[in-house]
């Protein structure tokens, strides 16, 4: 059974940066793709980045382009979110999502991650 922390959200003003952890246990981390999703207020969840056991990423071009990376640390079964010129427009609980996924697929669907973390809350205000 795969579990997975997240860590990091918090208040910060429009043009901050933060950095959430996710952090995983009980599974082979390298063979996972790993996804981070956010659930503002009222909206449903949304796809934000995911990387692939390789490293391979893909983002919510729409909404973070340019403003968020994703990494991995593979030592530490720890999966990253750097967001950078945070907006008003980020605020929402972030989720970590895990799928095991040796072949090096990576999705931003949802409903292909099994594995789930508690979320952690991102305020971005003056």
């Known amino acids: 059974q795969v579990q997975l922390v997240e860590s990091g959200g918090g208040l910060v003003q429009p043009g901050g940066s933060l950095r959430l952890s996710c952090s995983a246990s009980?599974?082979?981390?390298?063979?996972?793709?790993m996804g981070w999703f956010r659930q503002a207020p009222g909206k449903e969840r949304e796809f934000v980045a995911a990387?692939?056991?390789?490293?391979?990423?893909?983002y919510n071009e729409d909404s973070v382009k340019g403003r968020f990376t994703i990494s991995k640390d593979n030592a530490r079964n720890t999966v990253y979110l750097q967001m950078s010129n945070l907006k008003v427009e980020d605020t929402a609980v972030y989720y970590c999502?895990?799928?095991?996924?040796?072949?090096?697929?990576?999705?931003?669907?949802?409903?292909?991650?099994?594995?789930w973390g508690q979320g952690t809350q991102v305020t971005v205000s003056s």
């Open positions: 990387i692939s056991w390789s490293a391979s990423a893909i």
């Open positions: 999502g895990a799928q095991f996924s040796p072949r090096g697929y990576i999705s931003g669907d949802e409903t292909e991650y099994r594995y």
């Open positions: 009980g599974g082979a981390f390298g063979m996972y793709m």
